[in-house]
């Protein structure tokens, strides 16, 4: 079978492309017809408790659709179309896809915490489904199993030890309390449509290959590497699949310029002449999460820096990739005083050799958007970096108009 070749401008527009990123943001009013769009797109949102600039979870929709109602995705949870599971990390997911994950949730437990509680306690992750079942949905605190001071972040109680096993095999599933943001579980039949739970459960090598493929269609191309990192999946399982999707066409084989791996390029995958967008990306946005791949197609190396000690920060704690045109080309520490109403621009950093005027007017228009969705009344940028000044002197454009 003919190997496909492309350069490496390609690989990167088709990868934006695939991401929705070729698209124009909706106009008009943005509803759960948007966000269906999104997810069809990205296929899936991983979650993240972090929220010095707003959680991570909703800065792909911002990114893709501009601003929104903040409540689609706890909306679409309440209707049955989305779902929580480990699949890349904790990750909202359309229902519609719950059969893909069942091998998964039927495979053993490999927590040390759960056999430790078997063991002490025999028939306790039981009582705990049966007050679920009775009570539910119910957060882990209204157990009140904890005896004495929390330790560690990891420091769970017996209840919580049983309701995220109960939540790894799928027997109850999960939302989010808005008002902390903890995990409130329910009976996954009471949560999920029975329409999504008839759907007939695949093997779990059938189930992988699907999965494999919604990897390519949300990646459009992408290494062995890329395509089993997207829904967590290990290398050595995978490889065969992929050679599989290979001799059946449905997946094409292709060289990536500047690229030391072989490459794998969805049969539907776009590749548009030019990108044009621009957003700010979350550190957990699909685009960016595998970082081997950002820096491979972007040429942007790219590390999170919340757990670095602040002296030892390069660019600060919570710095968001920015997307111009089709190439990453600054990064800006934000974070939301909401107190003050204003969105801090605390650090501003441009790529080696671009437009500083240029990106610096785009950002600005998008630090400005928003501030204006996250209900913050103004901008302000900080000393840090060298885009610092001319993206004030834009940020002070918008002012004045």
């Not at 929580?84 to 994950?101: D, I, R």
């Not at 062995?224 to 001799?247: A, F, G, M, W």
Request: proline share 7%.
């Amino acid at each position: 079978m003919k190997t496909v070749d492309l350069s490496a401008p390609q690989a990167r527009r088709i990868a934006l492309a695939a991401q929705g990123f070729a698209e124009p943001r909706p106009t008009g009013r943005v509803d759960q017809r948007h966000l269906r769009r999104v997810l069809d797109r990205i296929g899936l949102i991983q979650i993240d408790s972090v929220n010095v600039l707003v959680r991570s979870q909703e800065l792909p929709l911002f990114a893709r659709l501009g601003p929104h109602p903040r409540s689609l995705i706890a909306d679409a949870t309440a209707a049955g179309d989305l779902f929580e599971y480990w699949v890349h990390e904790a990750s909202h997911v359309p229902t519609s896809q719950h059969h893909l994950h069942r091998w998964r949730m039927s495979s053993e437990h490999q927590w040390q915490h759960v056999r430790s509680l078997n063991d002490r306690r025999p028939g306790f992750i039981e009582t705990v489904y049966d007050r679920i079942a009775a009570d539910g949905p119910m957060v882990a605190g209204e157990f009140e199993e904890r005896v004495g001071p929390k330790g560690t972040w990891w420091d769970w109680d017996d209840a919580k030890v049983a309701l995220e096993h109960l939540f790894w095999g799928g027997r109850v599933t999960a939302s989010r309390r808005p008002t902390d943001f903890a995990r409130l579980y329910d009976l996954t039949e009471r949560a999920i449509p029975a329409h999504a739970l008839a759907r007939p459960t695949p093997p779990e090598r059938e189930a992988r290959k699907e999965l494999l493929m919604l990897a390519a269609r949300h990646h459009g191309v992408g290494t062995l590497d890329d395509l089993s990192d997207y829904h967590r999946q290990k290398n050595t399982p995978c490889r065969p699949l992929i050679d599989e999707l290979v001799e059946e066409g449905r997946l094409l084989r292709v060289t990536v310029a500047g690229w030391t791996k072989p490459a794998y390029l969805h049969p539907a995958a776009r590749v548009p002449r030019r990108v044009d967008a621009r957003a700010l990306l979350s550190p957990f946005d699909p685009l960016v999460w595998f970082r081997q791949r950002t820096e491979r197609v972007f040429g942007f190396h790219y590390r999170i820096e919340i757990y670095v000690p602040r002296p030892k920060r390069q660019y600060g704690y919570y710095v968001l990739p920015f997307l111009f045109g089709d190439s990453l080309v600054a990064r800006v520490d934000l974070k939301s005083d909401r107190q003050a109403g204003v969105l801090l621009a605390q650090g501003t950093f441009g790529e080696h050799g671009v437009p500083a005027d240029e990106v610096a007017d785009a950002l600005a228009v998008e630090l400005v958007a928003m501030a204006g969705w996250l209900g913050l009344a103004r901008v302000a940028v900080g000393e840090r970096g060298d885009l610092a000044v001319p993206l004030r002197r834009a940020v002070a454009r918008y002012d004045r108009d």
